[in-house]
């Protein structure tokens, strides 16, 4: 089983940056998409950006241009890079792996999600 952990988050001011961090412990044969997707109160946790195993980035249309997901393969890491943030990016942020271990496939590997907090 693989255990995630995200780290980075905090309280920034409205046009500051932050850089979230996530890591996955545990064997992992192969990667097949990693994620970023973030959860505000009274509403349903959402995507924020996405990377295939071909580096392939998606993002939602309300993060475009300001955040940037990278990988690091060999520390099996993912990254979050967020700038010019807003007060509507305040959420609990969490990354999801899909993976596969063995002969098995996981889709839905969490960490415990980092709070970002957008406020002057």
């Known amino acids: 089983q693989v255990q995630v952990v995200e780290s980075g988050g905090g309280l920034v001011q409205p046009g500051g940056s932050l850089r979230l961090s996530c890591e996955a412990s545990?064997?992992?044969?192969?990667?097949?998409?990693m994620g970023w997707y973030r959860q505000a109160p009274g509403k349903q946790r959402e995507p924020v950006a996405t990377?295939?195993?071909?580096?392939?980035?998606r993002y939602a249309d309300s993060v475009k241009g300001r955040f940037t997901i990278s990988r690091d393969n060999v520390k099996n890491a993912l990254y979050l890079q967020m700038n010019s943030l807003k007060p509507e990016d305040t959420a609990v942020y969490y990354c999801?792996?899909?993976?596969?271990?063995?002969?098995?496939?996981?889709?839905?590997?969490w960490g415990q999600g980092t709070q970002v907090t957008v406020s002057s």
């Open positions: 545990g064997s992992i044969d192969m990667i097949y998409s």
């Open positions: 999801n792996w899909a993976i596969k271990q063995g002969r098995t496939s996981t889709y839905n590997n």
């Open positions: 990377i295939s195993s071909g580096d392939s980035t």
